[in-house]
């Protein structure tokens, strides 16, 4: 079993939701920290959990981030982290898993399975090993308890309910 540390440096935990039932929007956490216990050869024996600082959202335009912080969505001054914990570890093919675990957002419990594919693994120039892996899943926003919307006059909604999740990481073997 070997413990990684996350190269925050040189990872990304991402989101997108569709705006007015066509765009996308895209956003990113820049405050995280994972921890990751991996063994090849018993899969089902590593681990992996990350908290994610809330009020580090970032779409790139500062009025929708503040409404993001605010109590219509993930209302940070009361819930101030989000947290996934995994509870199993499954092989899903040839460099791909399945991490099942609970999602907490907005305090808010639910079970989420990420759909993990490592990406490469080598030795960087200090002699570190490294693993690069990709994840993504899906969730319903309303399931957390972020159910804000505005209807459209020409119909729909302005905030999709689907928000997918996309994580690339590095990780370093500590």
Do not use: C
């Amino acid at each position: 079993m070997t413990a990684y540390k996350i190269d925050t440096a040189h990872s990304k935990i991402g989101f997108s939701v569709r705006h007015m039932m066509f765009a996308k929007v895209r956003g990113a956490f820049t405050k995280w920290s994972a921890d990751l216990t991996l063994d090849p050869s018993a899969i089902a024996s590593s681990s992996v959990n990350v908290t994610i600082d809330a009020s580090s959202v970032d779409t790139g335009e500062a009025q929708r981030d503040g409404h993001l912080k605010s109590p219509d969505f993930l209302d940070v001054a009361k819930y101030p982290t989000i947290t996934f914990a995994s509870r199993k570890v499954e092989n899903a093919g040839t460099g791909k898993f399945k991490v099942t675990g609970d999602l907490t957002i907005h305090g808010v419990m639910n079970p989420a399975i990420l759909d993990v594919e490592e990406l490469g693994r080598g030795k960087d120039p200090w002699g570190h090993e490294r693993i690069a892996f990709g994840a993504k899943t899906t969730v319903d926003r309303k399931s957390f308890g972020l159910g804000w919307n505005q209807v459209l006059e020409a119909g729909g909604v302005l905030v999709g309910e689907h928000v997918e999740i996309e994580i690339d990481v590095q990780t370093v073997a500590s």
